[in-house]
């Protein structure tokens, strides 16, 4: 598997994660601070990769 391609999977599994969490948050908003601090750590990771792949995808 090359480099890019590790990285759009990572980028399918922050995506994913990002939808449970906005998930969980409606179907729970007793813990919904909580779930607010992990989408804002899955939006950071999802930031990260994209950049990553923007770099290795420059010509």
Same mark, same amino acid.
């Given at each position: 598997?090359?480099? !890019? /391609?590790?990285? %759009?999977?990572?980028?399918?599994? /922050? @995506?994913?994660? !990002?939808?449970?969490?906005?998930?969980?948050? @409606?179907?729970?908003?007793?813990?919904? $601070?909580?779930?607010? $601090?992990?989408? @804002? /750590? /899955?939006?950071?990771?999802?930031?990260? !990769?994209?950049? %990553?792949?923007?770099?290795?995808?420059? $010509?």
């Amino acid at each position: 598997m090359l480099a !890019i /391609e590790a990285l %759009k999977l990572a980028l399918e599994k /922050e @995506n994913g994660s !990002i939808a449970l969490y906005k998930k969980l948050t @409606n179907a729970h908003p007793e813990i919904a $601070d909580l779930l607010s $601090d992990l989408l @804002n /750590e /899955e939006y950071k990771h999802k930031k990260k !990769i994209e950049e %990553k792949i923007s770099e290795l995808t420059k $010509d």
